[in-house]
T-cell receptor
Framework: DGGITQSPKYLFRKEGQNVTLSCEQN?????MYWYRQDPGQGLRLIYY???????QKGDIAEGYSVSREKKESFPLTVTSAQKNPTAFYLC?????????????FGPGTRLLVL | SQKIEQNSEALNIQEGKTATLTCNYT??????LQWYRQDPGRGPVFLLL?????KEKRKERLKVTFDTTLKQSLFHITASQPADSATYLC???????????FGSGTRLLVRP
């Protein structure tokens, strides 16, 4: 059953703590993305990766970090430097390397600050 | 800066009617535009893509238009059903990048 999985569904962060959100895909896609969605706002791009071992900052990368060591995996770390992390985080993938591509989204992770 | 505008107010219509959602963009010349559906607490799902050289695209009860002069795309759902109730996002894309810019979405409510 092909698709994108994100875990956990809900994540709680304490002050000063780094947390990592998981994103895995078995679609054999080269490109992967992380978005943040706040209530009443559109999706904002945090980081994206066109190929393994390479990634670029999106529009709101400050306070976040990523890695792309495997094609299937693109974990996002929300660091303590991100002062307002409460949001719905969405991971997506696309075939990669071409424009006009459809993006396939995971179910999302909701991050809450304790 | 590039700006994507969708109606922030929910669109409330009767079952069986046609729903029309609007997406306007400024300071941008997208080569294509995608529409996604998002249900509460879930990730968006791709619906349709229309390119700048296409005036109209159809898929079952869905129709999308793309007017590059008006800088606007219209998304129509004919014979709407309560199951069509969701938030619809437009996402224009550039011709040299696969980065999409998403609008904030319009919530559609279809009353039985």
């Amino acid at each position: 059953d092909g698709g994108i999985t994100q875990s956990p569904k809900y994540l709680f962060r304490k002050e000063g703590q780094n947390v990592t959100l998981s994103c895995e895909q078995n679609l054999n896609h080269d490109a992967m993305y992380w978005y943040r969605q706040d209530p009443g706002q559109g999706l904002r791009l945090i980081y994206y990766s066109q190929i393994v071992n390479d990634f670029q900052k999106g529009d709101i990368a400050e306070g976040y970090s990523v890695s792309r060591e495997k094609k299937e995996s693109f974990p996002l770390t929300v660091t303590s430097a991100q002062k307002n992390p409460t949001a719905f985080y969405l991971c997506a993938s696309s075939m990669g390397g071409q424009s006009q591509e459809t993006q396939y989204f995971g179910p999302g992770t909701r991050l809450l600050v304790l | 800066s590039q700006k994507i505008e969708q109606n922030s107010e929910a669109l409330n219509i009767q079952e069986g009617k046609t729903a029309t959602l609007t997406c306007n963009y400024t300071n941008y010349s997208p080569a294509y535009l995608q529409w996604y559906r998002q249900d509460p607490g879930r990730g968006p799902v791709f619906l349709l893509l229309i390119r700048e050289n296409e005036k109209e695209k159809r898929k079952e009860r869905l129709k999308v238009t793309f007017d590059t002069t008006l800088k606007q795309s219209l998304f129509h759902i004919t014979a709407s059903q309560p199951a069509d109730s969701a938030t619809y996002l437009c996402a224009p894309g550039g011709d040299s990048s696969y980065k999409l810019i998403f609008g904030s979405g319009t919530r559609l409510l279809v009353r039985p």
